[in-house]
T-cell receptor
Framework: SQQGEEDPQALSIQEGENATMNCSYK?????LQWYRQNSGRGLVHLIL?????REKHSGRLRVTLDTSKKSSSLLITASRAADTASYFC??????????????FGKGTHLIIQP | EAQVTQNPRYLITVTGKKLTVTCSQN?????MSWYRQDPGLGLRQIYY???????DKGDVPEGYKVSRKEKRNFPLILESPSPNQTSLYFC???????????????FGPGTRLTVL
């Protein structure tokens, strides 16, 4: 079953504003990954944060991870029209036998209004 | 260029006519997987493979088969397609890091399948 769930499902903001989306997951993880998808295209990897990391930056992206709350957030600062896309978090469920496949949530659809 | 290729990109077929969607990666990745994407349901995993001859079911494996005879290829087979398999399909691959953690996934461009 899907391990991660993004929130909100949709978000519309003005260009230049910051966008924050959240991901909650169910069990222990090795890492959590964020991806972007432009309409109908393949997903593109944005950032990977390991379970022993609390915050990570990449350009205008900032990802936090709170393993005690089993949640992560993705912040996009100074949004641009080109940031309009769907954003997904991905995690793997780890059991005694190792990792299951990497699963994705349903995504947050972000719209940047010019 | 490091990439995941899928073929065909678009396919319209009829119920019951067997089809195969190919997936190939040139990055020597151990992990490969198939997803289907439907409106409002996000990406759902169909099958995945941790290495050659090792495959496992994902969340929605019914009606699909896979094989992993070579490290670079991971074809998705629909033995008897039905209209509810109309969807956008993605193949992905990645290396596997320490403690079995999945690294960055590389996605193919997608295959849009319509079953009439």
């Amino acid at each position: 079953s899907q391990q991660g769930e993004e929130d909100p499902q949709a978000l519309s903001i003005q260009e230049g504003e910051n966008a924050t989306m959240n991901c909650s997951y169910k069990t222990s993880i090795n890492n959590l990954q964020w991806y972007r998808q432009n309409s109908g295209r393949g997903l593109v990897h944005l950032i990977l944060i390991r379970s022993n990391e609390r915050e990570k930056h990449s350009g205008r992206l900032r990802v936090t991870l709170d393993t005690s709350k089993k949640s992560s957030s993705l912040l996009i600062t100074a949004s641009r029209a080109a940031d309009t896309a769907s954003y997904f978090c991905a995690t793997a469920l780890y059991s005694g036998g190792g990792a299951d496949g990497l699963t994705f949530g349903k995504g947050t659809h972000l719209i940047i209004q010019p | 260029e490091a990439q995941v290729t899928q073929n065909p990109r678009y396919l319209i077929t009829v119920t019951g006519k067997k089809l195969t969607v190919t997936c190939s990666q040139n990055m020597n990745h151990e992990y490969m997987s198939w997803y289907r994407q439907d409106p409002g349901l996000g990406l759902r995993q169909i099958y995945y493979s941790m290495n050659v001859e090792v495959t496992d079911k994902g969340d929605v494996p019914e009606g699909y088969k896979v094989s992993r005879k070579e490290k670079r290829n991971f074809p998705l087979i629909l033995e008897s397609p039905s209209p509810n398999q109309t969807s956008l399909y993605f193949c992905a691959s990645s290396s596997i890091g320490l403690a079995g953690a999945y690294n960055e996934q590389f996605f193919g461009p997608g295959t849009r399948l319509t079953v009439l």
